[in-house]
């Protein structure tokens, strides 16, 4: 496909299941969203992040990094895993509301 404006993309490439790769897998009677996995967290951290920057400032992202990691809630196995990672944010330990 061609667009003749020329700020536009000269050419448009697209994915379509073929024979050889088939289409996608049915997934029927499932969840569309599933509350598990860094898809679901990102945006909770984000939000702790952004709160974060209200609370201290723009200033020091290595700071509100580490108060996420160190405020923490640790799950499952001691320290770091394969399963819970660094374990569960907790927002009002975070923003020093909770001890």
Do not use: E
């Not at 790769?21 to 945006?43: E, L």
């Amino acid at each position: 496909m061609r667009f003749p404006n020329q700020y536009a993309a000269t050419t448009v490439s697209t994915t379509t299941p073929t024979a050889t790769t088939g289409a996608p897998a049915c997934r029927a009677h499932q969840a569309i969203a599933q509350p598990a996995g860094t898809s679901f967290a990102a945006p909770h951290v984000a939000g702790l992040a952004a709160l974060l920057v209200a609370q201290l400032g723009h200033g020091n992202p290595a700071l509100i990094r580490a108060r996420i990691l160190q405020s923490a809630d640790d799950l499952g196995q001691s320290g770091t895993d394969p399963y819970y990672g660094k374990g569960r944010i907790n927002v009002a330990r975070a923003l020093g509301l909770a001890p």
